[in-house]
């Protein structure tokens, strides 16, 4: 069972940095992936394969995501969850990219581009959130 989120980084409290203050706060993949929606190639990122028990947190803001509980293999290169650590802290967005219909996710609190969503995931929710390692950061239990 996923832990609850810390009410100190509640997805409320918006974070908001100019685009200068960004790129000085992330590295130049962060930057690309987060802030102009760029992709990491696939089996590239450090949590593709990564299982160790956590929270998966937003690299621009820090508000916690994923939880690793609900963390499975998709096979397809990317870290994925069947399931965010709260519904409030994922913000979905049309995207007619690249000749495709699908569903961007963004952290709601600071907007960064995180990856997208689809519905071929396993039960009980159906979904597969498609994530950037770029756009996140591993937090281990205390």
Known sequence: MPDQPDPSDAPDAPVHYSDAQWRARLSPLQYA????????????????????????????CGSALFHSSTKFDAGCGWPSWWQALDEGRIERVPDFSHGMQRVEVRCA?????????????????????CINSAAIQFTPPA
Request: net charge negative; proline share 6%.
């Open 33 to 60: 992936v987060t802030r102009q929606a760029a992709t990491e190639r696939p089996f590239t990122g450090a949590y593709w394969d990564h299982w160790a028990e956590g929270r998966y947190h937003c690299v621009g």
């Open 109 to 129: 609190r600071c907007g960064a581009h995180l990856g997208h969503v689809f519905d071929d995931g396993p039960a009980p929710t159906g979904e597969r959130y």
